[in-house]
Each structure stands twice: as structure tokens, then as C-alpha cells.
């Protein structure tokens, strides 16, 4: 079994892509981060929800954070003003901060993808096989292949804790 | 709207749980990362999904990573066996190697809650009421608060980029 066979076929987003809808796309299908492709569908980077955080968060409270405290939930509706007007390329790391990107070969097999999915700390991996994006591989998925998963109802384990922290 | 108000309940480890089972746990249910909670119901740590993949890879590929191109996917198969008698105990850093914890209290606003899941990079929060857990707090649920969600499937915004990577 190989990365390619592991791919899974995950929304993406382009560099010049709304950024309040990217990072909406990210909240609402619970993304543990998003690929970003350019136009050629080449992999340009991947975007991780608590990055995305960074931008949502009013200047002000960037600038005084004791300011977050004092703020009632109306200081939220500012966190979505935050992103109006921006691309998703503003939410990329600039050239001064490189980042390696999360890419593997489709004929990566399932210990190379885990060795590079904790060697670069990425949730996500993007899959090309050559120049094309075959598809994406979160870290769950990759767990599931990894790890012998129990026929129980969502792959909880058999006499797992499950304490509520409730 | 205070972080006590979004904490979710979602399932815990203890530090004397077996490892195995934890990062079951983490992959069936799809989570970002686990709180791990001592017996005093006090979180202990915060372990990523991501950092659970430097565990089951292989001592021997993580001693020379060559090897993981090489082998076939009957390797895989050791992966859940480099877990076998570990306790998540085993899967926290070092003393050497403090991490902040993640945790926030339960009076904590929505941005402020934002600003330090930013600050740590977790994607997920301990939402403590004095030395409570009161539950858990995700990245994902965040930003759904965070951002005005449309109202269509999976809170797919609309007009999305949904190229899809196949």
C-alpha cells in the first residue's frame, strides 16, 4: 500500500481564494488544515486551522492581549472582519518564514508517510504523483492504516477509556 | 459567550492508559489530539495526533529513513507493535522537553481562547473551571464560532473553491 492508494479526494484552495471562506471551509468540515494548490494544480502550501487562528484574531488584542479578556462575544464579530478583503495567500507564511511543504510521492509507502507527517508536525499531507496532486492524507487516516482499528462503533477500542471530562 | 459555554465532551486519556488504545482512540474518532487527564481529573498534556506518528514508526527507520522506501506495507504492521506495552505516559515529552499546556479557563473569551490556541499551535484546548476540566475545545469548533457559517451542507460556504484534488 502506497500514499496514492491512501489519498483522499479533500476540498483545496487557491492562493487568490476569499480567505474568510477558506478558513470557513476549514471550520465547517473540520479540516485539521487545508492544501492550497495554484492555478496548475500544484501544491503551494498547507494551511492549518490554528494557523488560520492568527488572522481571525483582532489586531487590537494582537497588539494588547490583556484587551482579550475584558472583550464580551461581541469582539468575535470582529474576528471574521479580520479576513474580509483577503486572499488566502495572506494567510501564507511570507518568504522571510519558508516553510517545508507537506508533499509526499504517491509511491511513498505508509512508514515514509508517517515519518514525514511527524518529522514536519503537518495533520495533513499532500499526495502528487509527479506533477499532479493525486489527492490528501490527514493524519487520521494515515493512524487508521497504521494502527489495527476495532470493529466497534468508531473505531473506539475495546475497554478504551473513555472518560467524559464532564 | 466564555470558553466553558464551547467546551465539548470529548474522550480523554489517562497517563497510565495503554498508548495503543489511546492512538486508536485519536484515529477512529477522527480527533485532532487527546487530553491526557490524571486520576485527579487534572490535565496532564495535550498529544497531537501528529505527534503519536513518531511512535509508530519503526526504531529501525527512524535510525536510518532510507529504509521506509524500501519496505513494503507488511512494515506497517509494526507500527502498532512499536506501541505494544507503552502507556501514554511513554508518548508525552520529556522533562526535558516542557511543553506549555494547552488549557484555558473556563471565563476565557472566544478570542482569547483564539489568541493562545494560536499562540501554541494546538489544535485543541483543556477548558479548566478552577481545577475542574470542564471539557474540551477544538480548533474546528473555534472557528465555527469564531466565523458566520453559511448555511449549506457541512457548512460549506457558498461559492466555496471546491476543486477537487482528483
Same mark, same amino acid.
Request: charged share 25%; proline share 8%.
Given at each position: 500500500?502506497?500514499?496514492?492508494?491512501?489519498? /483522499?479526494?479533500?476540498?483545496?484552495?487557491?492562493?487568490?481564494?476569499?480567505?474568510?471562506?477558506?478558513?470557513?471551509?476549514?471550520?465547517? /468540515?473540520?479540516?485539521?488544515?487545508?492544501?492550497?494548490?495554484?492555478?496548475? *494544480?500544484?501544491?503551494?502550501?498547507?494551511?492549518?486551522?490554528?494557523?488560520?487562528?492568527?488572522?481571525?484574531?483582532?489586531?487590537?488584542?494582537?497588539?494588547?492581549?490583556?484587551?482579550?479578556?475584558?472583550?464580551?462575544?461581541?469582539?468575535?464579530?470582529?474576528?471574521?472582519? /479580520?479576513?474580509?478583503?483577503?486572499?488566502?495567500?495572506?494567510?501564507?507564511?511570507?518568504?522571510?518564514?519558508?516553510?517545508? @511543504?507537506?508533499?509526499?510521492?504517491?509511491?511513498?509507502?505508509?512508514? /515514509?508517510?508517517?515519518?514525514?507527517?511527524?518529522? @514536519?508536525?503537518?495533520?495533513?499531507?499532500?499526495?502528487?504523483?509527479?506533477?499532479?496532486?493525486?489527492? @490528501?492524507?490527514?493524519?487520521?487516516?494515515?493512524?487508521?492504516?497504521?494502527?489495527?482499528?476495532?470493529?466497534?462503533?468508531?473505531?473506539?477500542?475495546?475497554?478504551?477509556?473513555? *472518560?467524559?471530562?464532564?
Amino acid at each position: 500500500m502506497r500514499a496514492r492508494d491512501l489519498a /483522499e479526494d479533500l476540498p483545496t484552495v487557491g492562493p487568490d481564494d476569499d480567505a474568510l471562506q477558506a478558513a470557513q471551509l476549514i471550520a465547517g /468540515e473540520r479540516l485539521p488544515a487545508i492544501a492550497v494548490l495554484d492555478d496548475g *494544480r500544484h501544491p503551494v502550501a498547507v494551511l492549518r486551522a490554528s494557523e488560520v487562528l492568527r488572522f481571525v484574531i483582532p489586531g487590537y488584542v494582537q497588539e494588547d492581549p490583556s484587551l482579550a479578556r475584558v472583550l464580551d462575544e461581541a469582539s468575535a464579530d470582529g474576528c471574521a472582519s /479580520e479576513l474580509l478583503g483577503k486572499r488566502v495567500r495572506d494567510l501564507l507564511p511570507g518568504p522571510d518564514r519558508k516553510v517545508a @511543504l507537506a508533499v509526499v510521492d504517491g509511491d511513498a509507502t505508509v512508514v /515514509e508517510c508517517a515519518a514525514e507527517m511527524a518529522r @514536519l508536525g503537518s495533520p495533513l499531507l499532500v499526495v502528487v504523483d509527479g506533477e499532479q496532486v493525486r489527492g @490528501l492524507l490527514t493524519v487520521s487516516h494515515l493512524l487508521e492504516v497504521l494502527l489495527p482499528m476495532p470493529d466497534s462503533p468508531a473505531g473506539q477500542p475495546r475497554g478504551a477509556d473513555r *472518560r467524559s471530562p464532564r
